[in-house]
């Protein structure tokens, strides 16, 4: 099941971009919810998670402090807040859930969903 990333776009250094992760007919209570992104000819990496039960969130030194992950559950969705935004952050970034967010890096995804484009002008 394709989980879908939203709210990508153009914004200038040191702005601000709110990420959306999405399902479609499945809730998200019971999943860790891990964000990850990929940057023009790199691999995709992962960057922060979330677990089911909010106890844990997770960040990638490259986001830590700029970056903060959180759960709405009455809208069943999981939002990616990234302030301070640096040209580094250029990248497709996608969604998707696993059981824990240990190992984020090693989750099997078999199907990524579209994800969305953020573009950080410096």
């Known amino acids: 099941v394709q989980l879908q990333a939203s709210g990508g776009g153009l914004v200038q250094a040191v702005g601000s971009l709110r990420l959306s992760c999405t399902a479609a007919?499945?809730?998200?209570?019971?999943?860790?919810i891990g964000w990850f992104r990929q940057k023009p000819g790199k691999e995709r990496e992962g960057i922060s998670c979330?677990?089911?039960?909010?106890?844990?969130?997770t960040y990638a030194d490259s986001v830590k402090g700029r970056f903060s992950i959180s759960r709405d559950k009455a809208e069943n969705t999981v939002t990616l807040q990234m302030d301070n935004l640096e040209f580094e952050d250029t990248a497709i970034y996608y969604c998707?859930?696993?059981?824990?967010?240990?190992?984020?890096?090693?989750?099997?995804?078999?199907?990524w969903g579209q994800g969305t484009q953020v573009t950080v002008s410096s």
């Open positions: 998707a859930k696993d059981y824990s967010c240990r190992e984020l890096d090693r989750w099997y995804i078999p199907s």
């Open positions: 007919g499945f809730s998200l209570d019971h999943y860790a």
């Open positions: 979330i677990s089911a039960s909010e106890l844990t969130k």
